[in-house]
């Protein structure tokens, strides 16, 4: 039974950083995409970092150069350090996983990740 747990919001002025933190348990796989994505209300969750289990990783247009993806195997951990928020990054953000290969122009699209986790909101005023 595959859990994500995500954890690290918050609310957090303008400019200000924020690091999120998804736990996996019940996964055992060499091969994966760990990813971030986030919602707002009306709007279609979007791809926001991701990383594979060779440490690859792949970035939204929207938050490039601003946020980071990181994963620490050991932990079944993959984080997101978010800096320079802006009120746009306000949504509520989940980490994903799927358990195959995926070519990376494909590793930001929600509809290739199996397993989800409840989310964290993260508002920016």
């Known amino acids: 039974h595959v859990q994500l747990v995500e954890s690290g919001g918050g609310s957090v002025q303008a400019g200000g950083s924020l690091r999120l933190s998804c736990v996996v348990s019940?996964?055992?796989?060499?091969?994966?995409?760990m990813s971030w994505f986030r919602q707002v209300p009306g709007k279609e969750r979007e791809g926001v970092a991701a990383?594979?289990?060779?440490?690859?990783?792949t970035y939204a247009n929207s938050i490039k150069g601003r946020f980071t993806i990181s994963q620490d195997a050991a932990k079944n951990t993959v984080y997101l350090q978010m800096d320079d928020l802006t009120p746009a990054d306000t949504a509520l953000y989940y980490c994903?996983?799927?358990?195959?290969?995926?070519?990376?122009?494909?590793?930001?699209?929600?509809?290739?990740?199996?397993?989800w986790g409840q989310g964290t909101q993260v508002t920016v005023s």
């Open positions: 019940g996964y055992r796989s060499t091969t994966y995409w």
């Open positions: 990383i594979n289990a060779d440490g690859r990783t």
């Open positions: 994903a996983v799927r358990q195959n290969q995926l070519i990376i122009d494909y590793a930001l699209t929600s509809g290739f990740y199996t397993f």
